[in-house]
């Protein structure tokens, strides 16, 4: 079974520029996350989707960051414009519907902001 | 969400076991025990999952006593391979939505 793909993996940007992330989650799997890890620290949740619809968006900086999933099935993240602080992993995963516990990750993205 | 409370950090050597204790006080009726695993450069990985007394699968055991407020990971004869942050997550299943948030994790440092 593949797993959870992302790209790119690595991006260097300068700050103010935009940039897109690009998940393509596990076939069927109905719930997709995306979180942010900054150095040291454990993913945070940025947006959950069920399907399409958006679950959970709260600790999204919306004034900057957007996402979307379409046709239920792959996911975009956008960061425009990015700041220093952006700097960070983020990580896509998903989980089939039902289930209380396992979700997938990818190998995430990293992005530096200069 | 049951707030998680855990060691920042445990150190120990190959063939020894390693036990991570995590504490949720409010965890509630519904809720379940997960335990994720990070190695650098990649994204968590799930490992263990109960609801009370015992679990356990090829890669570790899960103990939670029967109040559920603690919960005890533990890695059998670990190797250096083992070290990896570990984090522990309450997720409920009151609602449908399935959030899954991770706190700061318990990095364990596997020694020769």
């Known amino acids: 079974e593949a797993g959870v793909a992302q790209s790119p993996r690595y991006k260097i940007i300068e700050k103010r520029q935009s940039v897109a992330f690009w998940c393509n989650p596990i076939?069927?799997?109905?719930?997709l996350y995306w979180y942010q890890q900054i150095l040291g620290q454990g993913p945070k949740l940025l947006i959950q989707?069920?399907?399409?619809?958006?679950?959970?968006d709260s600790q999204l900086p919306k004034d900057r960051f957007s996402a979307e999933r379409l046709k239920g099935v792959d996911s975009t993240l956008k960061i425009q414009p990015a700041k220093l602080e952006d700097s960070a992993v983020y990580l896509c995963?998903?989980?089939?519907?039902?289930?209380?516990?396992?979700?997938?990750f990818g190998q995430g993205t990293r992005l530096t902001v200069v | 969400l049951a707030k998680t409370t855990q060691p920042i950090s445990m150190d120990s050597y190959e063939g020894q076991e390693v036990n991570i204790t995590c504490s949720h006080n409010?965890?509630?009726?519904?809720?379940?025990i997960t335990w994720y695993q990070q190695f650098p450069s990649q994204g968590p990985r799930f490992i263990i999952q109960?609801?009370?007394t015992k679990v356990t699968n090829e890669v570790a055991s899960l103990f939670i006593p029967a109040d559920r407020k603690s919960s005890t990971l533990s890695l059998p004869r670990v190797s250096l391979s083992d070290t990896a942050v570990y984090y522990c997550?309450?997720?409920?299943?009151?609602?449908?939505?399935?959030?899954?948030?991770f706190g700061a994790g318990t990095t364990v440092t596997v020694r020769a």
């Open positions: 995963a998903s989980s089939p519907t039902g289930t209380r516990g396992e979700a997938f």
């Open positions: 076939s069927g799997h109905a719930t």
């Open positions: 989707f069920q399907n399409n619809g958006v679950v959970d």
């Open positions: 409010n965890i509630a009726t519904n809720d379940y």
């Open positions: 109960g609801y009370k």
């Open positions: 997550l309450v997720r409920t299943t009151e609602t449908n939505d399935y959030k899954l948030s």
